[in-house]
């Protein structure tokens, strides 16, 4: 099933730009810790699957296994349901009898799942260092501070935050506190009409990307209507006026896999596959999504391929890991990764085989290793927000 793909998929050569420095200190926001107590079993270990496998029949309905698009094959198989962030949002909250949600991904998407399910549940990420980089980019002081600048100049009063899942608890919980909701690349468009019609201004955190080509290509707005706020600069680096005057007001963070996307590759890619269909995530720079065919969240770009025709061609601008499965779960279509250099999600990435068997046989032990618990105040807010999309229409 594999071959056809196999002699056609180009794997792009990895540059040490596309990975964070995990480990050294480099980033310690997104470290949050490495340590695993008891035995991390080698990656070598022949007998991995077979232990996973094991641990998984033992726990039976105890445990309830989530896994994110971008994780590794080697997790994914072991994952009792797969999707976008949110999709896995409400797989989560409606396993009410798993007393153990592990989560095959990263920290804010594990936080988000504790939010979202019962006080008995516990949520383990089998890695603490899947941290992400895009939401380390919005800590809840920087924000407060941005929130201070806006009722300086006046608008604080009719601004609504919409924030990306992408974000920490803390910014979701100043979003619910603030009249705002969660959104994520599946509905941040239902999110944004929802926003406008709340208040005449969004504060869109912290994905500048997906907020700024929401606004631009789905909803008819000008760039000139965005305004970008960079929390290292006095007042964000914008004027009293040029915040009144803007619709959106967007935080300057971006993912660091997708912002390497390049409009040199979509024209190189269209040169080189003549009739190929370019489909990126939304999280890619705007001049990226504004020369594409599709754009849409992981959930998107899967239900895009499942029902393309024999024999199409496809770039694809999202992480390797799923445009790798794609291409594999589609020989019959040219699946071809948009960028030669871009790599894997390199914090995803943490979460491997012998960090989810350890997880397993440590429940299996009857110990509850990397549990991520929201205290009850920052909940009682993030849920807030986070209710306020699952009830979107
Ligand atoms: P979605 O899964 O919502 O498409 O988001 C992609 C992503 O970057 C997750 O971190
Ligand atoms: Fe964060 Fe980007 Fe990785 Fe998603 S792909 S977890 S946004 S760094």
Redesign the pocket.
């Given at each position: 099933m594999t071959t056809t793909v196999d002699s056609t998929f180009t794997e792009p050569t990895a540059t040490p730009l596309a990975l964070l420095l995990l480990g050294r200190q480099a980033d310690p926001n997104s470290e949050r810790g490495v340590e695993c107590p008891g035995d991390l079993p080698p990656a070598s270990d022949p007998e991995l699957v077979e232990r996973a496998r094991a641990a998984k029949a033992k726990l039976g309905d105890r445990v309830f296994i989530l896994g994110h698009h971008?994780q590794r094959d080697e997790v994914i198989e072991f994952a009792d349901v797969t999707g976008d962030s949110f999709k896995l949002a409400r797989d989560a909250a409606a396993r009410p009898e798993a007393e153990y949600i592990v989560f095959c991904g990263?920290h804010f998407m594990a936080e988000s799942a504790d939010i979202l399910t019962g006080d008995a549940q516990q949520v383990v990420l089998p890695d603490l260092a899947a941290g992400?980089?895009?939401?380390d980019m919005a800590t809840a002081e920087q924000v407060a501070e941005c929130w201070d600048v806006l009722r300086e100049a006046g608008v604080a009063d009719v601004t609504v935050p919409v924030s990306y899942m992408?974000s920490s608890a803390d910014i979701k919980a100043f979003t619910g506190k603030h009249g705002g909701t969660i959104c994520t690349s599946s509905n941040a468009k239902r999110a944004l009409e929802w926003a406008f019609e709340q208040g005449e201004k969004v504060l869109f955190l912290p994905d500048q990307h997906l907020g700024r080509n929401t606004a631009v290509r789905e909803m008819g707005f000008s760039l000139d209507d965005c305004v970008l706020y960079n929390p290292h600069k006095p007042n964000g680096g914008l004027t009293a006026e040029e915040l009144r005057d803007a619709k959106m007001i967007l935080w300057r963070g971006h993912?660091?896999?997708?912002g390497r996307f390049t409009l040199d590759s979509v024209e190189e890619v269209r040169e080189r596959i003549p009739g190929v269909t370019v489909m990126v995530h939304p999280?890619c720079r705007h001049e990226v999504v504004a020369a594409a065919d599709l754009v849409g969240s992981t959930e998107y770009i899967i239900k895009a391929l499942d029902a393309a025709e024999p024999g199409s061609k496809w770039a694809i601008g999202t992480?390797l890991n799923l445009v790798r499965r794609l291409a594999k779960a589609h020989p019959d279509k040219e699946v071809v990764f948009l960028d030669r250099s871009v790599c894997f999600?390199s914090?995803?990435n943490r979460i491997d085989l012998p960090h989810l068997v350890w997880a397993l046989e440590s429940l299996v032990e009857g110990r509850v290793p990397n549990v991520i618990t929201v205290d009850p105040e920052t909940e009682k807010y993030a849920k807030a927000a986070l209710d306020r999309m699952l009830a979107l229409p």
């Open positions: 971008y990263v992400c980089s895009m939401a992408n993912c660091s896999v997708h999280e992480e999600c914090t995803m």
